[in-house]
């Protein structure tokens, strides 16, 4: 809502978008009883988490980024999608979007399907790296855990 309330204004500036946020908090915190099932998106002392999650996720899009680009300019390497299931842990819905969102957001993975009576994930590997990638998935399930103090 900050950065809408910048574009509202027609200016991107860090005094505007502070201006968003005064705005913005109080106004969402008013309505987030109307959200179905209640709203606990996260704990303010959960945020510690974050710049590790994040540090770990950028890590992985730089790394998946050469990765995938090598195998589109170089022949040689080859191109063996696969798909794999993940059976995840996590409960909060907005824990579980951010870590599909996080999949697909890293090229050469895919997440495909969600299945809402199992959590499990259908993810499509560009790699054939099946096991590398759960790896990195799993990584990433037990820090957004300790964000959003969800599942394990």
């Given at each position: 809502m900050a950065v809408a309330w910048m574009f509202v204004n027609a200016t991107f500036d860090g005094s505007s978008f502070i201006?968003?946020?005064?705005?913005?908090?109080?106004?969402?915190?008013?309505?987030?009883?109307?959200?179905?099932?209640?709203?606990?998106?996260?704990?303010?002392?959960?945020?510690?988490?974050?710049?590790?999650y994040l540090a770990s996720f950028t890590k992985e899009l730089f790394a998946a980024n050469v990765d995938t680009t090598c195998r589109v300019l170089h022949p040689s390497?080859?191109?063996d999608p696969q798909m794999m299931r993940y059976h995840t842990s996590l409960e909060n819905p907005v824990a579980i979007t951010v870590l599909a969102n996080s999949i697909t957001l890293t090229p050469g993975t895919l997440v495909v399907d969600f299945f809402n009576d199992s959590y499990d994930f259908r993810i499509n590997v560009l790699s054939g790296d099946v096991e590398g990638t759960r790896e990195t998935v799993e990584n990433w399930e037990r820090q957004l855990s300790k964000i959003f103090g969800d599942g394990q």
């Open positions: 201006q968003g946020l005064v705005v913005s908090l109080p106004v969402s915190y008013v309505f987030r009883r109307f959200h179905p099932g209640g709203c606990k998106l996260i704990d303010l002392g959960n945020m510690v988490y974050v710049p590790r390497k080859p191109i």
